[in-house]
């Protein structure tokens, strides 16, 4: 596995979209209000605030300390060896949290500093994407302790978690598709339409691993 100061040269690009976050942070904090939007409802609605320091580097903050897990984590999971079996998808997964981050960031800024107006659609765009990104990679995971769907039948058997992984990517592609329709239909429906797609996106496989792992021990 690569020492960390290899990781760090490795991830040069990651490092400087952090670096960006802060800058953007140092830039719009003296017109930011006292307060800053930092939660969304299910309906894209603020209705949550911060401190305009927490606003202004709080999700800079939040995303380097991910970054920093992202990195520790193949060294410290007992699966540590099967992380070279995915490497290229783990470091999507860690550009992609990065972007994400920086995302969420540059729409906080902007709707706080008034350069744009607060649009539930933004918020709900942004983690349908990021769904749909994740499904299309998640049929990859190899077996391990942190990035994936764990439970108890797909900790214990890699057939299971391979099974599991490769039904969930599809599931997750289209519950992001689903979820980026109903942004376009409007807010009523919008909080309840993105609880049954987590829920289904969430207990589907759980329940699949469950007998996935049955079939195998009983055969």
């Known amino acids: 596995m690569s020492k960390i100061s290899n990781v760090f040269k490795q991830d ?44 202004a580097f709080g999700l800079p903050a939040i995303s380097l300390a991910t970054y920093l897990l992202y990195l520790v984590i193949p060294y410290i999971d007992p699966k540590r060896k099967n992380y070279e079996d995915f490497k290229s998808t ?37 983690v349908s994407l990021l769904f749909i990104l994740i499904g299309n990679v998640m049929g990859r995971f190899k077996h391990n302790y942190f990035v994936g769907i ?38 009523n429906f919008n909080g309840l339409g993105f609880i049954v797609i987590v829920a289904i996106i969430t207990i589907v496989p759980i329940a699949y691993s469950y007998f996935a792992y049955q079939k195998i021990v009983h055969k």
């Open 90 to 126: 783990y470091q999507f997964l860690k550009y992609l949290i990065i972007i994400f981050f920086l995302g969420i960031e540059v729409m906080t800024l902007s709707i706080a500093s008034g350069v744009i107006v607060n649009k539930p659609i933004f918020i709900q765009i942004m």
């Open 12 to 55: 040069w690009l990651i490092l400087i979209i952090i670096l960006m976050g802060f800058a953007l942070g140092a830039y719009f904090y003296p017109s930011l209000p006292d307060k800053v939007p930092i939660h969304w409802g299910l309906n894209g609605e603020v209705n949550g605030y911060g401190s305009k320091l927490f606003g």
């Open 150 to 187: 764990k439970t108890a039948w797909t900790l214990a058997n890699e057939e299971v978690w391979r099974k599991t992984h490769r039904m969930a990517g599809p599931l997750w592609v289209i519950g992001g598709i689903v979820n980026i329709i109903l942004a376009f239909t409007g807010t």
